[in-house]
């Protein structure tokens, strides 16, 4: 019998995440732009300054799946959250429940650790697929927001500005 297990990631997973991220980034059709790398896992996802957490499913030895998440903070509702960045599973293992199960260990970590009271993310907008996926868990696309971002020069310019 195959049986999946999550646990949180340890610094020496640095590679293995990496590798899972950027085979999200492919799926997505990121791979191009894609430039995060092992060092930059481990630099920035774990010590004291850690800024993210990151969750890792596997079966028979093998990660097959990955939930990278944050703590974020809503004004409006007066709590604590959890911010999933990115979630991938396997294909070869998808329908097997391990989205879910790394989505049950996120919110559980996350409500333990900071006492998250509600989970967000964003999706693909071509990603029918994964819109099910949350669709079916719960999720709603909230219409009075748009996630909007600032790079390159257009941040630099906000540095700029302090």
Known sequence: ??????????AADAPV?????????DDLGDGDVFSSNSEIILRHGFGQAAMFDVVIAESEGEAVGIALYFAHF???KGKPGVYVQDLWVDPATRGADIGQKLLAAVATNAANKWDAAYMKLTVHTDNAGAK???SRLGFFANANETPMMTENDA????????
């Open 74 to 76: 809503s004004t409006t």
């Open 1 to 10: 019998m195959n049986t999946t297990t999550i646990r949180s990631a340890k």
């Open 17 to 25: 995440i990496a590798n899972m991220l950027h085979r999200l980034a």
């Open 155 to 162: 941040f630099k310019a906000l540095l700029g500005a302090a």
């Open 132 to 134: 099910r996926f949350y």
